[in-house]
């Protein structure tokens, strides 16, 4: 099935090429020239990526990210930035951006970068397992029909585990898939979020059921003999 993505860039002859391409590539584009319309856009239309500029008129996209992370959004966003210094890819990925380009760049370097997202996030399709439904497109997680209160992190951390299931995934690759982190000064943060992922997800979340830990390795998702991919 297509993806949609949502392409914010004011340079319109930026704009025009990365459209072009992208349709090309096969995906279906909207397209934004600003703050505003971008946040409109992309609260009302079935977006599965956002391609999002740095410098935009009325609000930039720093405020746009950081605006729809606290709205609950958890669709993936990549900015495209022309500013190459440290502190402004660190204040992106810590408001809720998942990767990131900077100006210049190869048309084939962001192609790469936008597959990469959505295989990590998948645009369609929905995972179960026990109780739980697990909706991508819709970026929820149900039991038995009653919506479990995820925040953003959380749903990317569970999607890694379910896309990994069965494997064995270190803190380090969570913090570098899953954060952007650099593995070697945060391994506590993973601990603490997959202690409180169990206890939205598992009835004794001291002996889970779901999320197993492999000591000295890290964590490993397995579900039960009733998971259904869909």
């Known amino acids: 099935m297509t993806s949609h993505v949502l392409l914010v860039e004011d340079e319109e002859a930026l704009s025009l090429f990365l459209r072009d391409s992208l349709k090309k590539a096969g ?13 409109a856009k992309a609260r009302s239309l079935p977006i599965d990526l956002i391609i999002l500029d740095v ?3 009325q609000r930039d996209g720093f405020d746009v990210c950081r605006t729809l992370r606290s709205e609950g959004s958890k669709t993936p966003i990549l900015m495209l930035t022309a ?10 990925l810590k408001i ?3 990767d990131y380009v900077t100006k210049p760049f190869e048309m084939s370097e962001l192609m790469a970068r936008v597959e990469a997202l959505l295989r990590r996030f998948p645009p369609t399709g929905a995972y179960s397992f026990g109780p739980f439904r697990v909706d991508f497109r819709g970026t929820e997680v149900t039991r038995d029909g009653k919506l479990v209160n995820l925040s953003a992190r959380e749903f990317q951390l569970l999607r890694f585990l379910i896309e990994h299931r069965g494997e064995t995934v270190s803190r380090e690759m969570l913090l570098k898939e899953v ?8 391994t506590r943060t993973v601990d603490m979020r997959i202690a409180t992922l169990r ?9 889970p059921r779901y999320i197993l830990t492999v000591q000295g390795l890290g964590y490993k998702f397995r579900s039960d003999d009733h998971e259904t991919t869909l």
């Open 27 to 39: 995906y279906s584009v909207e397209q934004a020239f600003d703050g505003n319309s971008a946040l």
């Open 55 to 57: 410098m935009l008129p």
């Open 83 to 92: 500013r190459s210094q440290t502190k402004d890819t660190v204040e992106g």
């Open 96 to 98: 809720g951006a998942d």
């Open 179 to 186: 954060w952007g982190y650099d593995p070697s000064l945060y």
């Open 199 to 207: 206890q939205h997800l598992e009835d004794d979340p001291k002996q």
